[in-house]
């Protein structure tokens, strides 16, 4: 069974800063895209940033663009996403996503969740 270890969140003040890690199979990792997605109760899991398996290619959703960076190591099967000038609309669990043509299926982590709050 394939296991992704999210870990990172917790609760931060507007403004502050976290670093979010997902851990994957490297059997796998290599080879796929990563993802980050979120979600709060009552609404649906959005995207929030990906990266192909090379770096090759970056996406951000454009309520993150210019405070998140998504990156990855593949020498660590190692996702992140930096997240700067945290905003209280930013408070949900965020997951990581590993998917790609040569996966059989997509595989998503159990979310680490993140607070923004004074």
């Known amino acids: 069974q394939v296991q992704l270890v999210e870990s990172g969140g917790g609760l931060v003040e507007p403004g502050g800063s976290l670093r979010l890690s997902c851990v994957a199979p490297?059997?796998?990792?290599?080879?796929?895209?990563a993802g980050w997605y979120r979600q709060v109760p009552g609404s649906p899991r959005e995207l929030v940033a990906t990266?192909?398996?090379?770096?090759?290619?970056?996406t951000y959703a454009d309520f993150v663009k210019g405070r998140f960076t998504i990156a990855r190591d593949n020498s660590k099967n190692t996702a992140y996403l930096d997240m700067m000038s945290l905003k209280p609309e930013d408070t949900a669990v965020y997951y990581c996503?590993?998917?790609?043509?040569?996966?059989?299926?997509?595989?998503w982590g159990k979310g680490t969740p993140v607070t923004v709050s004074s």
């Open positions: 996503k590993i998917s790609g043509p040569f996966l059989k299926t997509d595989y």
């Open positions: 490297g059997s796998i990792f290599r080879i796929a895209d």
């Open positions: 990266i192909t398996s090379h770096s090759s290619q970056i």
